[in-house]
């Protein structure tokens, strides 16, 4: 159990309340969404971001509606903590025309324009030039955005995490790479797929500034946003922040998990960044049971709530499969 | 009679990689995720613990690079087995491939040779959606320098590895993904087939349905309930995709005078046009009725499970296309 | 009449870029050495003086991050043109290409649009050897979600480039190398002309002859000396191989009864085998003999003149698979 | 004038003036390859090893003959160093089938088997995965040789040199990487392509050991490689040399050099590898004017043997076009 935890960093109760919901509404919902897999609901591949909640909630808070979001194939957590809403992502994973990609992308694919969320990718690395693309017409356009672009510890190995960060840095781009660092690329360990782990360490070989920060801990994931958030914003610079997490489930649903002991898992979930937290709210007076009944059940509601959408939801007439191939003119 | 063993495609491909790996000590295995974690389609689960970690390598996510490697083993001697995960990655190695593995031979005037086996999952059908349900094989096709393989069938699939094995220059394995649970009889006891020939799995004299790899079942199926329209279709897998067996396709559709191609990939440029051009120029004369494709619809491979199959060939479509020659 | 200037296919497309840099503060041009040292091929010598280098990018060999850049920038509200230096190295780019630039439409629901230009060299006859003479574009012309564009004259050159600009969507453009010394007359006043055709370059009754790009110049040629023969081809520059004018190739082949397509690609799966294949389903009774593929010999291009020469179609080689049809 | 330069650190007189014949071999031969070219001799792409003559003797000093080899598409200097007759050379540019690659590959594609020269690469950063793998065979064959991989300081920045890193010091290859840094990428300077320009530093991010030296010195390159490939030797473990040099012509005969100034050149060539080197050994008395004399001569004559067998070599048939893109069975 931490103490090392930052709790009122970030402003009032609410705030930290706030957190701890978004934190419970990936973790419901993603419950709710393997439920749905085993029914048949959901298909395709589906990968959980169960025990890394803290690393997309911590992160998004640094940014603002005016920022770009570059996410990947396990982006559940990501657009939760974007503010989509989940009925219109349980739809999209149910493959309704009232999903967010109208149900041709799936789990992996979510987009949404409103909330500048620019996808998830599926090829590893794939999103990194992506980002910076949209760095780079910020900067050309004269806009203090930033694109926060998410990505595993897998992707580092590819050559478009170098790339990227090079052209980044050279052309003074605001990217703020974020490297969701669950240890495992699939099944391979860190130290198996990086002759050198220390991946903020890599950002030097670009001269770009970087930190690392603990994502079980979802305020120091916060604040080390806000500081590369900020940094970037002011600088119009690329930041790397290292986010060290780990997934509790397996990589998908159709990973049986022989690479890790259970001994290693059941350690990590000790540091369970939602139990962690809330323990620490309670330990500090500002989270009691009926706070966390209040917000399980408003979370559970809207859950629900989002099972119906997506069940209501109606499929795409199969007339319109090459609709939006390319523009109607 | 040979005794044959009961088993699925995917064990049929490990069955394969294990006699390799045990008669020839040059031979040794590299991909992401072929060793702790079994293979993303569990077809080298064991393999490890069998073999060792110096043979069945892990490789970080970096295609270009482990395919590139695989190139500059080959040369070093060894007879690497290179797996892409999925035909999807494998254009980060395209390069690599086009520009090294399939000129090295011709282009160092004969001095060097590049005996790579790369296999790689390929195709749609499992709701993977755009990023994640390619159908490359007639890309590969195109590249002078390199064979293509596309397994069909339980026995193929273990048999190409040892053919694969034995070619000395670079051969890339199809396998394609709905396959891998697929039951068959296979004699383990077998050599390695003879891959510069088509097979016929069904003779008929109505009509020639030409296919390969995931596209088989749906194939034969249509055959199937073609015969109840009295229609006797003639299924051919063509097995290599390159070179072609262009002999076995022409005295096919010399025999039935129609043809139908079914190819999982986009239509237009697919190696179903290849095909159609082929008995163009080599059976023209004998043909009834123009040929015909059963391609994917063009559009990026929708998640959706009505629209991913609305998306692909189906034995209603063959049916469909074969009733449209007559 | 409008005021025509003379000038060569390089200063053609360096006046499309021009225009199009001067009109709309959301066109930049990035790619490799196309501010200081003015372009591989001298295309946007001047370009980074007059626009300064915001808008003038030298990028680092990075063709991966630099397609995918050009794609967000797009989806950012750029109008990026990205020049990949030729098509040989944009295989490093091509997952960016298939996976992203030709998918973000449709498969986020029409919600984003990728308005991006990308231009490349292509094609052979240099003696480049074995990798820097590829033909791809009909490995592009596969792809659904992007537009490829092949501008076989100085016209054409420049007004592609405009009306690439006007599309939503990702639009491919591939410059012969060979062409760039070539002149013609261009109206700069001229709009965009419409991509949506295909353009018959000169008409004939005895047989079509259907070609694009690097290739047109040989197959003008082979025509004229046809014409020699009392052989009246119809020559069909496809300007746009994707989409296909289908309706263009299928008028010309009725009233001709017989087509030749000559295609500097190696033949095996070939974009000359879609269009054998689209005139087999749709113009097969039209015709009075099978149709005809000139293309590039199946090996990787040699270095020598002689063997180059040999490998890629020439104007001898058309006539004589003319000749053959009759 | 570089007074720096150690000059007798490698052995005697026969050394050292073998590596000043093996610099001006190379000089002369380009010398005459470029008079060809304009001529018409020679065709295609011709990128000349002009001012960097240092660095590929130096090297390849340190190499023996089953050590082997990856180039770039500016081989001429790589492969004259390796010993690779330049007969063989000529003819190969000439396009003869007498060429070392039967005339296919021309001046970019230099392959020679029996001295494990794998290959002049023209696909910028091409060759690294090839020389990766070449030292995985080395090291499951259990073999002490090296991989010595030459690129330039534009590889740097394509993914394949980062992959390649990576990959190598996972998997503790014997490969030799040997960076070519003549401060452009055809006509874009190194602080234009690179966000941090110094290229050894980069090897940390692998944890792989590096130096840099002054390419234009041809003992102090020898020295660095020596002590290079002793690592790569002794630890099976990779190792990054960055050697700084200087082109002194245009990139390719295509090139207007319009991108760097011509005092900027001057100044380069005031150390010409070949000039200071001979310089050094004249002020030690190690070197007259009949030596330089007679390794003029002799390499006069060498060039001009090479330049005839090309002349006199064959024409491939055409009928051949095709032979080898299989092997026969
Ligand atoms: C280019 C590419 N290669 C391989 C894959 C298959 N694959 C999907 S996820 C994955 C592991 C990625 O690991 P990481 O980047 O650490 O992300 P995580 O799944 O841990 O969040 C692999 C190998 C892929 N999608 N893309
Ligand atoms: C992948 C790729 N992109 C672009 C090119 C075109 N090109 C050829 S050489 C070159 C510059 C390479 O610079 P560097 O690596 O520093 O080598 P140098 O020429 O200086 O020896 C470029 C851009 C290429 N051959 N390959
Ligand atoms: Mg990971
Ligand atoms: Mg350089």
């Known amino acids: ?329 | 009679m040979p005794a044959t063993t009961k088993m699925t495609y995917r064990e049929a491909v490990r069955s394969g990689l294990r006699e390799a790996l045990r008669s020839d000590p040059r031979v040794f295995l590299m991909g992401e995720d072929v060793g702790r974690y079994g293979g993303a389609f569990a077809v080298s689960m064991g393999l490890l613990e069998e073999f060792g970690s110096e043979r069945i390598r892990d490789t970080p996510l970096s295609e270009s690079t482990f395919v590139g490697a695989g190139i500059g083993a080959a040369l070093g001697g060894m007879r690497p087995i290179v797996e892409i995960m999925t035909v999807n990655f494998s254009l980060l190695a395209l390069d690599q491939i086009l520009n090294n593995a399939a000129t090295l031979r011709h282009m160092s005037g004969g001095q060097f040779s590049v005996p790579l086996v790369v296999r790689m999952a390929t195709g749609g059908g499992r709701q993977l959606a755009a990023q994640h349900s390619h159908s490359l094989e007639g890309w590969y096709a195109h590249i002078p320098g390199i064979k293509v393989l596309a397994p069909a069938t339980v026995e193929d699939a273990r048999g190409m590895v040892l053919a694969a094995l034995l070619e000395p220059d670079p051969v890339f394995i199809f396998e394609h993904a709905t396959l891998y649970p697929l039951e068959g009889d296979v004699d383990e006891s077998a050599g390695p087939p003879d891959i510069t020939r088509a097979a016929v799995r069904r003779n008929g004299g109505g009509v020639t349905l030409i296919t390969y790899g995931g596209s088989l079942g749906k194939t034969q199926q249509a055959a199937g309930q073609l015969a109840l329209e009295n229609i006797g279709a003639e299924v051919i897998d063509l097995r290599t995709l390159r070179p072609l067996d262009t002999a076995a396709i022409l005295s096919s559709v010399g025999k039935t005078h129609r043809a139908v191609v079914i190819d999982e990939a986009w239509r237009t440029g697919s190696l179903a046009a290849e095909i159609s051009a082929v008995i163009m120029e080599g059976a023209f004369d004998d043909l009834d009725a123009p040929v015909a494709r059963v391609c994917s619809e063009e559009a990026p491979m929708p998640y959706a499970k009505h629209l991913e199959e609305a998306a692909l060939p189906s034995a209603d479509k063959i049916v469909t296309a074969v009733r449209s020659l007559f």
Chains 1, 4 share one sequence.
């Open chain 1, 1 to 329: 159990m931490s103490e090392t935890g930052s709790v009122s960093a970030f402003g009032d109760r609410d705030h930290l309340l706030l957190l701890l919901r978004e934190m419970i509404r990936i973790r419901r919902f993603e419950e709710k969404a393997a439920e749905l897999y085993s029914l048949g609901k959901i298909r395709g591949f589906l990968h959980l971001y169960i025990g890394e909640e803290a690393v997309a909630v911590g992160a998004m808070q640094a940014l603002t509606s005016e920022d770009a979001i570059v996410a990947t194939y396990r982006d559940h957590g990501q657009a939760l903590a974007r503010g989509i809403p989940p009925g219109s992502l349980m739809a999209e994973m149910f493959g309704k025309a009232n999903g967010c990609s109208r149900g041709r992308g799936g789990s992996m694919h979510f987009f949404d324009a409103p909330r500048r969320f620019y996808g998830g990718y599926a090829i590893v690395g794939g999103g990194l030039p992506i980002a910076v693309g949209l760095a780079l017409a910020d900067k050309l356009q004269n806009r203090q955005r930033v694109t926060a672009c998410f990505f595993g510890d897998g992707a580092v190995a590819e050559g478009e995490f170098h790339e990227s960060m090079n052209l980044a840095a050279l052309w003074g781009l605001p990217v703020l790479f974020l490297c969701e660092n669950n240890l495992y690329a699939m099944g391979t360990a860190l130290n198996r797929h990086q002759s050198q782990i220390d991946i903020s360490f890599k950002a030097r070989a670009y001269a770009i500034p970087s930190d690392s920060v603990d994502g079980m801990d979802v305020t120091a994931v916060e604040e080390a946003a806000r500081l590369a958030v900020q940094t970037v914003r002011e600088s119009g610079f690329p930041y790397l922040l290292e986010v060290r997490a780990y997934r509790f489930r397996a990589h998908s649903m159709a990973d049986p998990d022989l690479y890790r002991t259970k001994q290693e898992i059941e350690t990590w979930k000790t540091r369970d960044p939602i139990t962690t937290f809330s323990g620490r709210l309670r330990g500090r007076g500002l989270l009691n049971e009926s706070d966390l009944a209040a917000i399980e059940s408003a979370v559970g509601a809207e859950i629900a709530e989002a099972v119906s959408f997506a069940e209501a939801g109606p499929w795409e007439p199969v007339s319109e499969l090459t609709k939006d191939v390319y523009t109607a003119r």
